[in-house]
C-alpha cells in the first residue's frame, strides 16, 4: 500500500509539472460562416483565447486536419485589454490575447478531429502548443 501511495504521488507531482511557463490557449473552435449574399464564400473560422506570462513571438501556426496540414500565415492577435489588434510579426507582451482566422471551406475542414498548432518562441526556446479544435455554432450573416 506505501508503494502504491508514493506512485501515486510522484504521478500527481509529475503531471503538474507539465504546465508551460510561457502562457496557455484555451477556448479552441471551429466556425462556419455563412455570407449574406448567394455570391460570397463559405469560409472557416478558428478562434482561441491565449494568456502568456512572458513577452513572446509567435512563429508560425498550423490547422492539422485528418487529412493534412495546413499552415496559416494570416491571422489577427487582439489585445483582450485594449481591444488593439498586434501585427503577426512583433513580439506579444504578457496578457490576455484573442487569436483568430479565417480559411476557405474544404471538404477537410468540415470534419471533426482537427488540431490549432502554435508554435510559441521565447528567446532561444520555442513552445508547441496543440489544442483540439471544438466545434462552434454556425454563423449566418444577413
Same mark, same amino acid.
Given at each position: 500500500m506505501k508503494k502504491f501511495s508514493i506512485i501515486i504521488l510522484s504521478l500527481i507531482l509529475g503531471l503538474s509539472g507539465c504546465k508551460s511557463k510561457i502562457g496557455n490557449i484555451s477556448e479552441v473552435k471551429k466556425q462556419v460562416v455563412f455570407p449574406g449574399v448567394s455570391?460570397?464564400?463559405i469560409y472557416?473560422?478558428?478562434?482561441?483565447?491565449i494568456e502568456l506570462f512572458k513577452p513572446v513571438k509567435i512563429s508560425s501556426v498550423k490547422i492539422i486536419t485528418v487529412e493534412?496540414? %495546413?499552415p496559416v500565415t494570416d491571422f489577427s492577435i487582439t489585445d483582450l485589454?485594449?481591444?488593439k489588434i498586434l501585427k503577426n510579426d512583433m513580439e506579444i507582451p504578457a496578457g490576455m490575447f484573442f487569436f483568430n482566422t479565417d480559411l476557405e471551406k474544404t471538404p477537410g475542414l468540415e470534419k471533426d478531429g482537427d488540431y490549432l498548432q502554435i508554435n510559441i518562441q521565447n528567446g532561444e526556446k520555442?513552445?508547441?502548443?496543440k489544442i483540439a479544435?471544438?466545434?462552434g455554432q454556425? %454563423?449566418?450573416h444577413r
Open positions: 455570391q460570397g464564400k472557416m473560422k478558428y478562434s482561441a483565447k493534412n496540414e %495546413i485589454k485594449t481591444g520555442t513552445e508547441t502548443f479544435v471544438v466545434k454556425p %454563423i449566418m
